[in-house]
């Protein structure tokens, strides 16, 4: 797998490992489940060192050990000064204190 991105290539297998990939590195993407492809994002995700995080459904199509990981990398992030906004239709595992919530109902029009 190659990202095209200014991130670290060095780094590419522990992102893969991070998101339970190890092994994949050469299979083609297009070859992948839903779920790994999703993780093959996150993962390259992790090697740009973004400081915000902007995620759309990210546990969508990810199994319960990915919906885990993914939840500790957001918990390391935000402790190390990152930030995390996401949306979501499904309960945020392990929520924490550091957690803010913006619940936005349907209005009439």
């Known amino acids: 797998m190659h990202f095209f991105h200014p991130g670290d290539g060095a780094r590419l297998p522990e992102a893969l490992a991070q ?8 299979v083609p993407v297009a070859q992948l489940s839903a779920g790994q ?21 990210p546990f969508t199509a990810i199994d319960v050990n990915g919906v885990a990981r993914l939840t500790r990398r957001m918990a390391a992030h935000t402790a190390q000064g990152g930030m995390v906004i996401l949306t979501t239709h499904q309960p945020l595992p392990g ?3 550091t957690v803010r919530r913006l619940v936005l109902t349907g209005g009439g029009a």
Do not use: S
Request: hydrophobic fraction near 60%.
């Open 19 to 26: 998101a339970g990939l190890a092994g994949f590195e050469d």
């Open 95 to 97: 929520a924490a204190d």
């Open 37 to 57: 492809q999703r993780r093959v994002a996150l993962a390259r995700l992790w090697l740009t060192r973004a400081a915000l995080w902007v995620l759309d459904e």
